[in-house]
């Protein structure tokens, strides 16, 4: 398992705004802050992982995210009265609006603060789908502390300590009401659809993204039992194969413990149930 290298550029997830939490979730975890000399090339170097599978062609899952019939009462003090659509060039305050009433937490303003919301969202949960965290879109907040081992002779171990790094991001993603997400994902679906489009992708494929992102984010491992790692260089890796051979995604899931990990899947069921059954129906 790759531990984190150092690095103030930190990056993480955030699944968003409109469908996302997921991611805003999920990511979700993505936040990679550590010190320069213990930095993961493999997961930092996002932009080079992302052109090798972009040369690999790999296929676009396509779904279908069924409509919501209606908005529900406890979203119209969100979305006030379903207002007029903005345009996607114009939709930054709407999405920043909406979304910071989902949650109480001061510093997601800040993870909001950049430009272009809809279009960075629709690349982040691209890059998650493939379980690629694509580090440049959102400027989450960055790990606290140092990146820190501890040894056993000539074995090295992931400090458990290093879990509480995360908590602070983490409060922030589990403080964000999925339902509410999914409905404003329902409504703004033509904002989100055109980022998508802008991409390349049709409605079902963006779907099939979205499910995936979730998906890759539900099916990383819970680890509880402490975890050893091997050092090329400068660069931590995990020394468990299955670990190793996993998405950049969900090794960081992994690093950030399995309490964290247990708190961002559980965002990302409920965001996914809502996002399929939009009347919440059982």
Known sequence: MTAP?????????????????????????LYQAQNASLVDEEILAIPEQASVMEMTEPMVPEASIPDSVSVV????????????????????????????????????????????????????????ARGVILTKIFPLSPAEGKFTTHRDGEVIWLNAGNYERY?????????IDMKLMAQMFHFSRPLIERAFSELGYQP????????????????????????RLTRESVAYKFADPELESLSPLQKQLVRSGPENTRRIQQQALLLKNALLNPAGEN
């Open 5 to 29: 290298r150092a690095s103030n550029n930190a990056s993480k997830f955030i699944l968003v705004l409109g469908t996302l939490a997921s991611i805003i979730i999920v990511g979700g975890i």
């Open 167 to 175: 908590n602070s991001t983490i409060l922030i993603l589990t403080s």
């Open 204 to 227: 079902r494929q963006m779907d099939g993204i979205i499910l995936t992102a979730l998906e890759q984010i539900l099916l990383a491992p819970i680890i509880v039992e402490p975890i």
């Open 73 to 128: 009462t406890d979203v119209d003090d969100v979305i006030q009265s379903k207002p007029r659509l903005p345009s996607l060039d114009d939709s930054d305050p709407f999405v920043r609006k909406r979304v910071s009433l989902m949650s109480s937490k001061e510093n997601l303003q800040s993870w909001l603060a950049t430009d272009d919301l809809l279009r960075r969202t629709a690349s982040y949960l691209d890059g998650l």
